[in-house]
């Protein structure tokens, strides 16, 4: 039996303007589980990054309930909350967001460090996961001396040294070529077998050969369904 890591009941997002109000997440029931790779797919504007950063506990709905492994973490405040971030949730952006002084053994470090492990330790266990993304001898290069997919790879390193129970990605494949995607998204998939809730936004069609799960973001409305293929194209 798959283990549930996050769980939406009933949530929505809604943005007022002035007089007016935008619906950027419609009412929403859906949940994710360890050992699957699940795609978040729409075109852009649709809301699909709104759903990422609630379940990723950066944004409050405005209505409903988020429960990460059985925690209504919507109760929670802000410095719970970034507890909660950095110690349970890897990111990986489409821009990478590396610290650009710093190499990629720093950067992969910066989280540890965070969580409060020593220099020496924390040197330890980012050496070990730039290791597993085949980077063991890129330590000592800073980011602007690394290739878009080497960028993409302590990005991952730096999302999993911490062992996250989940991992959000958002468009991590995006400025990538097609070869360079195909492996990070095989590298994804292995993480998911792992163990991990693995759950990347895309508005690539592509990808869901990779994808256990795919949902799909219209208009603010998630559904398991593809109503409208013309917005992938």
Known sequence: MQREIVKLVGVNKIYNTGESSITALATTDISFEAGKLTLIMGPSGSGKTTLLSILGCIIYPTQG?????????????????????????????????????????????????LQGDSLSKARNKAKVALEKVGLKDRLMSLPRKLSGGQKQRVAVARALVGNPSM???????????????????????????????????????????????????????????????????
């Open 65 to 113: 309930s988020v429960y990460y492994q059985g925690r209504d973490v919507t109760k929670l405040k802000e410095k719970e909350l970034a507890k909660l971030r950095l110690h349970d949730v890897g990111f990986i952006f489409q821009q990478f967001n590396l610290i650009e002084p710093l190499n990629a053994l720093e950067n992969v470090m910066h989280p540890l460090v």
């Open 167 to 233: 991992i959000l990605c958002d468009e991590p494949t995006a400025s990538l070529d097609a070869y360079t995607a195909e492996i990070i998204m095989n590298e994804l998939k292995e993480l998911a077998r792992a163990g991990k809730a693995v759950i990347v936004v895309t508005h690539d069609l592509r990808l869901r050969k990779f994808a256990d799960n795919t949902v799909y973001v219209e208009e603010g409305v998630v559904s398991k369904e593809l109503k409208n293929e013309q917005y992938y194209k």
